[in-house]
């Protein structure tokens, strides 16, 4: 559906003569990016609203988020195992915070969580997917960005703990999110997988030349931008233009 969606637009663009037809393939990719990291997040604010943790979703999305495009990780198959996986992740942290905060030991169970998740990232992070390899030098440069991420995530927990010792569930979610994330990377966890199938959808024909023009400057800044990541922030990874990667 979402790939769909990101053809339709970009079809729509070069008819309107708003873009060139031989980089297409770059504004799919870039709409793709869009819609599905729109989707997921307005998903995600949705449920912390209805089940009233969105402060939580907040803070796991954006410690595992954060970490995730510099180290990369396991890719979902479609688009809808990526929110599904994404979803549970969040909430299963959100529970075990939760189930953790009466018990007394919970800032020792948080420090060896979170020093276990510096030292997966430290061996295994990046990691690249089928659609978005990474060659030898970008590797080196994801991996060092991967290792100062997750010690100032660290940081950063630790420092706030010590001042606010009220909010130790929050701290606790961040800590099992930069965990979450760092299992992704694992070698026995993370496996290559191809790009999932396209579903229909429909776009709105009425659209005026100026807004399809300020779309596809959207679509071609996110495709290009995503190019500087390890991966995109969720679980599923389009597969990267050539020629994206010939300009970069």
């Known amino acids: 559906m979402i790939y769909k969606l990101s053809t339709k637009i970009s079809d729509k663009l070069v008819k309107k003569g708003i873009i060139q037809e031989d980089d297409i393939e770059v504004y799919n990719y870039g709409f793709e990016i869009i819609i599905s990291s729109l989707l997921i997040f307005l998903g995600m604010m949705t449920l912390g609203i209805v089940f009233k943790c969105i402060i939580e979703v907040i803070i796991f999305m954006a410690f595992f988020c954060l970490l995730r495009i510099q180290a990369g990780g396991y890719h979902a198959k479609t688009h809808l195992q990526c929110f ?19 018990y007394d030991k919970n800032y020792v169970i948080m420090m060896l969580v979170l020093i276990e998740s510096c030292i997966i990232i430290m061996s295994y992070a990046p990691v690249d997917t089928e ?36 909010f130790q569930v929050y701290y606790m979610v961040a800590a099992i999110a930069i965990l ?18 396209n579903m229909l959808t429909s776009i709105n ?18 495709a290009s931008l995503s190019i500087q990541t390890a991966c995109i922030w969720f679980f599923n990874q389009p597969k990267v233009p050539d020629k994206l990667r010939k300009n970069d």
Request: aromatic share 6%; charged share 20%; net charge positive.
């Open 131 to 166: 659609n978005k390899p990474l060659n030898d030098s970008e590797k080196i440069n994801y991996k060092s960005k991967s290792i100062v991420t997750v010690v100032v995530q660290t940081s950063i927990i630790l420092i706030m703990r010590s001042l606010y010792s009220g």
């Open 180 to 197: 979450i994330e760092s299992v992704t990377v694992l070698p026995i966890i993370n496996k290559r997988r191809k790009r999932g199938q």
């Open 84 to 102: 599904s996986f994404f979803a549970l992740s969040c909430f299963f942290a959100i529970v075990i915070s939760r189930l953790l905060l009466g």
């Open 205 to 222: 024909k009425k659209i005026g030349s100026q807004v399809l023009g300020l779309i596809g400057l959207l679509g071609v800044a996110v």
